[in-house]
C-alpha cells in the first residue's frame, strides 16, 4: 500500500504537504462535477422537448446577461465581505436556486421554467466554477498550483463519467426530474466540505500584499485593451469562445433531431458527458501536461483551433459528399467533444501561462476582467449573431459550420501574434528583474529560453546574474555552457558570481579557464611574463576587485585536482587579505589531506595574532570553510576583547552552525556592540535551535532584556518550527517577554488552527481582566498632581493590553483588517475610527466582541467600567492598598515602570500604610525599583529604612548604591545612627 501510494504520488508529481488539501479539492471537485452533471443533463433533456434549438440564441444571451450582473455583484462583494463568507454564499446561493427550480419544476412543466433551468444551468457551471478556482487559490500556492491544478479539477471529470454512465439507469427508474435532486445533494456534499476546508485552513484565508497591489493596478477593460499584448489575448479568448457557441448549436441541433424521444435524449446526454469525462480525464492527467512541456505555448494555443478546423472540416466534407444526417451527427458530436476537451485540458493551462509576464497584482486583475467580461460579452455577441443568422437569415446548420471555419482561421492568426507578443512581454518582465510572483520563468518553451540568451548579453549585471539563475533552477542543459561564458562578462560582479557557482557545482568544464586565471595570478608576482600570458595577465590586474582573484582560487581548489597543491600555496602569503583568504578557505576545504595541513598553519597564525585585523581575518576563513567540526577556534574568537573580531567570529558561528557555540553567542546578545552580529547569526542556524531558543526563552535565568531578543531571533527565523515553539509559549507570564513573542507571531503571519483557537480565546479573556485591573485601580487611586505618573503609567499598560488583544485576534481572523483597525483606532479621525469599530464588529464572534469593545468603544470611562466589571468583576479598594497591590505585583504582572511610579507616590505622600509593600520592593530583581524603594522607605518611614540600611549598602547594582550614599549624605545620618546606636543599647 504504502509503494502503491508512493507510486502514485511520483506519477502525479504529489509532494509533501500538497496531500490533505488535495484530497479535499477533490471531494470538493467531485460534489461539484455530480452537481453540474445531474443538473445539465434534464436542463437540455426538458429545453429540446419544450423549445426548438432555434431559441438556443435566446439562452445565450440571457446567460451573458445573468453572469455579468453576478459578476459585477460578486465583485461589489469581494471587496466588502471575507472570502470565506463569499465562497460559502456562492454555494449557498447554488443550491437554494436548484432546490427552487426542482419544486417549480414539481408543480408545473412551464416552458418558462424550463427556459430559466437552461440558463440557470450555465450560471450555475459559472458560480461553481468561481468559487472552486477560489477555493483552489487560497489553497494551494503558485508553484503547486502549477502541479496541481489540471488534478484538482478531475474530480470533476469523475463525477461526470459515473454520473453520466448512471443517468440511464436513473431516468428508467426515477424520471429525469429527480435527476435535479442528485444535483443538489451535489451541491449541498459541496457546501459541507467547503465550510469544513475553511476550519481547517483558515490561515491560507489571510489577504496577501499581492490584493492590495491589485487594487492599485485595477484598470477599465478599455484601459487594458489599449496594451497590444492584452487586446490580442482577450481578442483570442472573445473569438474562440464564439466558435464554442456556434459548435455548442450546431450540437444541439443536430442531437435536437437524431433523438425524439425524452428518455433517449437523456440517455445520449448522460452517456456522451461520460465519454467526455473518460476523454478529458486521459488528456488532463497524462497528455496535456506533457505535450505541453514538450511542445510550448504554441501547441498550446494552436490546438484547440487545429483541431476543430479538422473535424469541422471534415463534417462539412461528409455533409456535402455523402449527404447522410446520421454521419453529419457523430462528426458534430465528434467535434463538439474534441472542443469541450482540448479547450479544459489544453488551452485553459496555455491561457494561464499567458498571464505569466503579468506582474502579480495585474495578472490577477486581467483574469478577473477576462472571465468576468470578455467571457459574458462572448456569449452575449454569440447569441445575437445566431438570433439574426437562423431567424433573420435562416441559415442551416452547415452553413453556421462554414462561418466556424471562418472564427478558427481568425483564432489561428491571433494564437501567432499572441505567441510573439508574448516574447516581446517576456522580454520586457526580464528587463524589470521581476520574479512573478516569486517563481521563476518556465524553461520548457523556446522562446523563454531564446529571451533568456539574449539577455545573458546585457551589460546589466543584476539581468545576466539573474537569468544564469534561471538556467540553474530549472537545470538548463545549457547552464555550464553560459556560466564558462560569463568569465569573460565585462563586469566583475557577474565573473564573481560565476566563479562562485563554478565552486559550489564543481564544473569540471571549467578547470582550464580557471587554471589560466591562477597562472595569470602568479605571474603577475614576477617580473618577466611570457608574451602569451599577457591578456589573461591584464583581465587579472584590471580588477581592482580583491574579492574575485580570492575566488579564483577557490575555484581552483574546487576542481583544480592534482594541479592545486602547486599553484594555490604560494598565495597564503600574498599581501592583499582577500587573496589569503581564498586561498586558506579553498585548501581548507579542497585540497585534501596536504591543502588542510598547509593552510592550518596559515590559520592557526592568525588566530594567535595581535592584530586584531588578522584574528579578525581568521574568523572569517574558519566562516568561509564551514566546516562543521571547525568550531573550536571560535569558541576564543568569540570571547575577543575587540568587537570587530567577535563581529567576525559571530557570523562566521552562523556559517558553521554547531550548537556548541550557542551559549557564547547568546552571552554576546547583552552586549550592544555585536547584538546584531548575534542576532543574525543565530537566525542563520535556522530551526534547527529551535529547541535550544526555547530554553532560553523559558529560562528565569535569563534576563527579559535577552528573553525578548530570543523572541524577535524566532520572529526572523520564521518557519512552521518556530510558530510552534512560540505558540507554546504565546502565555508566558512577563508581559513585555508575552508582547515580543506575539509580535514575532505576527510578522510570521501566524494563525491559530482551530484546535489552538481556544487558546487564543483564553489569552485574550486575560489580557482584557488585566485591563480591567488596571483601570480599576487608576480609579481608585485618583488623580492628582503626585498620583499622575501612576496613572499614566496604568494606562499604559492598557495600551499595551490593547495592543496584545489585536495581535491575539489576528491569529484567530484575517490579520490584516484587524492590524488595520489598530491603526485607525490610534488615529484622532472620528470616520477612521468608526471604520474600525465597524470593521470588528462584522470580522469579530459575538463573545469576543462583547468581551473587548469595551476598551475600544468611545464611551464615558464609567460606563466603561461598569461593562468591563460586569464581565470581569473586579474588588475595589482604598487608595493605600490598591498602591500596595501595585508594589507586590509580580514582575509577570505589573511593568517595573509602574511600580517606580507607586513607589514615587509612597514617598512623596509619605505612606506608612504602605511600608510592608516598598520593603518588598528591596528585594526586587529591578535595580530601579530597588533604587527609588530605598528613596520612598527614606521618605516615608526613617525607621524601616534604618533597619534595612546595612544590607543595602551590600547590593549588587551601583546604582542602588549610588543611591544609598547620596541618602547618608543628605544631612539625615546623624539621626540614622543614633537609632542604630539606641538600638544596639
Known sequence: MVKLKDNMAAAFDIRPGDGFPLVLLLVHSFAQGTSLIFLETPANTFFLRKFSVEAMPYVYMLTAGISTVLGFGYAKLQARIAPSKLLITTLVVVSISTAAFYLALSVSDSKWVVMGLMVWKDVHWILQGIEFWALAGFLLNVRQGKRLFALVGTGEIVASIFGGLSVPFIVGYLGTLNLVLFSLAGSVLSLVVLVYTLRVFAVRFVPTEDETETKKESKSLYELCKEPYLFLFFSLSLLSYIGFYFVDYVFYDRVESGFPDEQQLASFFGIFFAMLGVVDLISSAFVSGRMLTRYGLSFGLLALPVSIAVTTGSAVTGYLLFGSAAVFLWMIVATKLLDEVIRSSIQAPAFRILYQPLPIGKRLHTQAVRESIVEPVAIGLSGAILLLLTSTLALQAIHLLYIVLIIIAACIVLSVLLRRAYTIELTAALTRKKRFGGHSISMT?????????????????????????????????????????????????????????????????????????????SMCLTPNQPSGIEPVRQLVLSDSDANLRGQVLRAMCAIGGDEVFDKVPAFLASTEPEVRKGA?????????????????????????????????????????????????????????????????????????????????????????????????????????????????????????????????????????????????????????????????????????????????????????????????????????????????????????????????????????PILQAKLNLETDSVEKKAAALEILDNLLAKETRDMIFPLLDDIAPEQRLNRLIHAFPQSRRERAGRIQE????????????????????????????????????????????????????????????????????TDSSHIVLRTVRRLENAGNIGTIKRMEAGKTR
Request: with cysteine; charged share 25%; proline share 3%.
Open 584 to 816: 586558506m578557505v579553498g585548501l581548507l576545504r579542497s585540497g585534501g589531506i596536504d591543502g588542510v595541513l598547509t593552510a592550518g598553519a596559515s590559520l592557526n597564525d592568525l588566530l594567535i595574532d595581535v592584530d586584531s585585523g588578522e584574528r579578525k581575518l581568521a574568523a572569517q576563513v574558519l566562516g568561509d570553510v564551514g566546516i562543521f567540526n571547525f568550531y573550536q577556534p571560535l569558541v576564543k574568537l568569540l570571547r575577543d576583547e575587540n568587537m570587530e573580531v567577535r563581529k567576525a567570529a559571530l557570523t562566521a558561528a552562523g556559517k558553521v552552525k554547531n550548537l556548541n557555540l550557542l551559549p557564547l553567542m547568546l552571552e554576546n546578545l547583552s552586549i550592544a556592540a555585536v547584538r546584531e552580529a548575534a542576532s543574525s547569526a543565530l537566525v542563520n542556524f535556522g530551526k534547527d535551535i529551535i529547541p535550544e531558543l526555547e530554553a532560553a526563552l523559558t529560562s528565569k535565568e535569563h534576563s527579559n532584556a535577552l528573553r525578548i531578543r530570543v523572541a524577535q531571533i524566532c520572529g526572523r527565523i520564521g518557519g512552521d518550527n518556530a510558530l510552534a515553539m512560540l505558540g507554546r509559549n504565546i502565555n508566558l507570564p512577563n508581559e513585555s517577554v508575552r508582547g515580543h513573542i506575539l509580535s514575532a507571531l505576527v510578522m510570521c503571519k501566524y494563525k491559530a488552527s482551530p484546535a489552538e483557537s481556544s487558546k487564543i480565546d483564553e489569552a485574550i479573556k486575560a489580557e482584557v481582566r488585566d485591563a480591567t485591573w488596571a483601570l480599576i485601580a487608576a480609579e481608585d487611586i485618583g488623580i492628582d498632581e503626585v498620583s499622575d505618573s501612576l496613572i499614566r503609567a496604568l494606562k499604559h499598560e492598557v495600551k499595551k493590553n490593547q495592543e496584545r488583544i489585536f495581535m491575539l485576534l489576528s491569529f484567530n481572523y484575517h490579520a490584516e
Open 886 to 953: 501595585i508594589i507586590c505585583r509580580s514582575q509577570e504582572q505589573s511593568t517595573p515602570w509602574s511600580k517606580t511610579c507607586a513607589l514615587f507616590v509612597v514617598g512623596k505622600s509619605r505612606m506608612k500604610d504602605c511600608r510592608d509593600g516598598v520593603v518588598s520592593a528591596l528585594s526586587d530583581t529591578d535595580p530601579v525599583v530597588r533604587e527609588t524603594a530605598i528613596w520612598s522607605l527614606f521618605e516615608s518611614d526613617a525607621e524601616a529604612y534604618g533597619e534595612h540600611v546595612e544590607k543595602l549598602r
Open 445 to 521: 518553451d523556446q522562446s523563454s529560453f531564446d529571451v533568456i540568451e539574449k539577455s545573458l548579453e546585457s551589460a546589466n549585471a543584476n539581468q545576466v546574474i539573474y537569468c544564469l539563475n534561471l538556467l540553474e533552477e530549472n537545470e538548463h542543459p545549457a547552464h555550464e555552457t553560459f556560466l564558462l561564458k560569463s568569465l569573460n562578462h565585462t563586469e566583475p560582479e557577474v565573473r564573481r558570481y560565476a566563479l562562485k557557482r563554478i565552486e559550489a557545482l564543481r564544473v569540471a568544464a571549467a578547470i582550464e579557464p580557471v587554471r589560466q586565471l591562477v597562472l595569470s595570478m
